[in-house]
């Protein structure tokens, strides 16, 4: 069974928002915004490899934004939130489902993914120190062979 948090609150609010902040940035692909959610040290492991630091992640995720050629769509699970005991840190894991928007049909689930981050705390801000992206369900295949 897991300890729950000891963070405040208002801490725990903060944390959830960063989450829906980092599904906004992707959906209006806000490359720079989305890079800005993470601590300046940041580590972010994907599917495309480790990124360290926000420049390297910033130029990632505008090269995926680059190549999405239809409308894509994040819902995101409630997380859980564990651990910060120091106020400072926190683990946090989430799932989300990503929906791309076919023309003249219905939606389509891209994939499916867990986050596994490590939050922290930083001038009264919360941002993404480690962020792990572990597809669940790939969809991605299909939705390339339908030209989307």
Not at 39 to 46: G, L, Q, W
Not at 75 to 81: E, K, N, T, Y
Request: hydrophobic residues 35%; negative net charge.
């Amino acid at each position: 069974m897991s300890t729950l948090t000891k963070l405040s609150a208002e801490d725990r609010l903060d944390v959830m928002e960063l989450m829906v902040r980092y599904g906004r940035t992707l959906d209006t692909k806000d490359a720079a915004g989305y890079a800005g959610l993470f601590a300046p040290d940041a580590v972010r492991v994907t599917g495309n490899g480790t990124q360290h630091g926000r420049a390297e992640i910033q130029a990632d995720i505008q090269g995926s934004m680059d190549r999405w050629r239809a409308t894509i769509r994040h819902f995101l699970a409630p997380p859980l939130i564990e651990g910060g005991e120091d106020g400072q840190h926190c683990a946090v894991r989430s799932y989300v489902q990503e929906m791309v928007d076919v023309p003249e049909g219905p939606c389509y689930v891209s994939q499916v993914a867990e986050y596994q981050d490590v939050c922290v705390k930083l001038d009264g801000q919360w941002y993404f120190q480690e962020r792990q992206i572990v597809k669940m369900l790939d969809g991605h295949a299909d939705v390339i062979k339908r030209g989307f």
